[in-house]
């Protein structure tokens, strides 16, 4: 069983909030990546991290941002939360590029 | 343009039915190809990931082959069951970056009926 998790899984909140969603792993492994989701849509990355002190931007545009202080942590941070933020984000890591990748629940949030 | 296309986009099957459900990909350079089985409102589980070499892998009722010269993957699913009812998505790693990119399809939402 994968031992990665994101709390919260839902988020409901209003519009100018800032936000916090929280990813830890307990494998390890250095790579962590973070996923936006729409219904019916395939995953996008807006967020990566080869390890401690490293984060670089995905392939889709995010207002969001994250931080990796610790290995087993890579919280996403919405400044101002928006309609348009409203999506899954899923959090994810492998150890590498031919292993299996390892994805959290996710979180599913609201912006109203 | 690195891309990867499933069909079909759903699929409606009955309880015990065999299925198949279709990969096409452009990644390049490949380093590895998976599938992955998403319930509703959940994240992403592995069901099985092949390389280059390999032509097919079975992970109990599932069966996936991969043909790499024609850029091309199936996934076969063995006597169905109501759990089987979920977004089945191909991925595909490129293996021209240290990240090892994973590309993902829009997923075959399949749904078993009893």
């Known amino acids: 069983e994968a031992d990665i998790y994101q709390t919260p899984r839902y988020l409901v909140i209003g519009t100018g909030k800032k936000i916090t969603l929280e990813c830890s792993q307990t494998m390890g492994h250095d790579k962590m990546y973070w996923y936006q989701q729409d219904p019916g849509m395939e995953l996008h990355l807006i967020h990566y991290s080869y390890g401690v002190n490293s984060t670089e931007k995905g392939d889709l545009s995010s207002e969001s941002t994250v931080s990796r202080i610790r290995t087993e942590h890579f919280p996403l941070t919405l400044e101002s939360a928006r309609p348009s933020h409203t999506s899954q984000y899923l959090c994810a890591t492998h150890g590498t590029a031919n292993t299996e990748a390892f994805f959290g629940q996710g979180t599913r949030l609201t912006v109203v | 343009k690195n891309q990867v296309e499933q069909s079909p986009q759903s699929l409606i099957i009955l309880e015990g039915k065999n299925c198949t459900l279709q990969?096409?990909?452009?990644?390049?350079?490949?380093?590895?190809l998976r599938w992955y089985k998403q319930d509703t409102g959940r994240g992403p589980v592995s069901l099985t990931i092949m390389t280059f070499s390999e032509n097919t892998k079975s992970n109990g009722r599932y069966t996936a082959t991969l043909d790499a010269d024609t850029k091309q993957s199936s996934l076969h699913i063995t006597a169905s069951q109501l759990s089987d009812s979920a977004s089945y998505i191909c991925?595909?790693?490129?293996?021209?970056?240290?990240?090892?990119?994973?590309?993902f399809g829009r997923g075959t939402q399949l749904t078993v009926w009893p």
């Open positions: 991925v595909v790693s490129d293996r021209g970056s240290t990240l090892g990119r994973l590309y």
């Open positions: 990969c096409n990909y452009t990644v390049s350079p490949f380093s590895n």
